[in-house]
């Protein structure tokens, strides 16, 4: 059963955060996604969940990849887990995340540092070797990944434990659906990890993406406008994949939410497999064909 699927990915997640947090515990949660990619903003809104149950606590530190201020940080936060944000930039496709990463791994080495789940993705062998020399030399960190392969990947390169995990955006739970107006809903990628693919024509699917904000994004740095501005995008999000009667995405995002909304779809891929990976890792119950092109997952999702 779907909410079976979703409930052994949800306890999954919280055995692990289990081991990095308890009752009353400090915590920072930095490089929020402070930009209108939906999937982003459920990882995070799923991490802040789950370290809310387990902590009965906000983060008393949050920051983006760009305003993180290390002296503000350990005033905020003066002991207790640094955990880096999940999401699928661990690599170089998305350099401005990844160097974050390596600065809090070169300069937070007094505290434990815990890589919430990820992909991973180098192009270049000299990056993921600059990144395996700052991951063996942390003392205390943490990396957990989203599919075998970037599991093996990191075993076999990084000196640090590394363990298997689902993606955070599970926390959330099962979500309700809204009304569908229109038959088949094609979530494309637009952005740096797009295949390129050729589009049928708008008679035949309506095609969007995701990257754009709605004009109702609150404002604000604080945990609570971060907050907030997850929610409304994440909510932006669960209206625009609510709209298909079948949804096609090659997002894993568009995949994970309409797995909780209990959305039948057709999953393509990105430039570089990160969605059939989670799916060989995490199988779901509502993906109900794996497509190659655009035509070929139409020809799925107009099936009665």
Known sequence: MIVDRIAAQQAALRALYRRHVAPGDAYALVDFPDHANVGDSAIWLGEVTLLRALTGRDPDYVSTWHDFDEAAFRQACPGGTLFLHGGGNLGDIWPHHQRFRETVLATIDDRPVVQLPQSIHFRSSAEADRFAMLASAHPDFTLYVRDARSLQFA?????????????????????????????????????DESVGYALPAPEQATIVDWLDDGPDVPSGSDPAARHAQAANRVARGLRLLSRGRVLVTDRLHGHILADLLGV??????????????????WPPATVIARATTPAEALLVAERP
């Open 264 to 281: 039948p779809h057709v999953a393509l891929d990105n430039d570089y497999g990160k969605l059939a990976a989670y799916l060989d890792a």
């Open 155 to 191: 075993q076999q390169r990084f000196a640090c434990e590394t363990q298997l995990a689902p993606d955070s955006a599970y926390a959330l739970g099962p979500q309700p659906r809204g009304t569908a107006d229109c038959e088949v809903l094609m979530l494309l990628r637009t952005d």
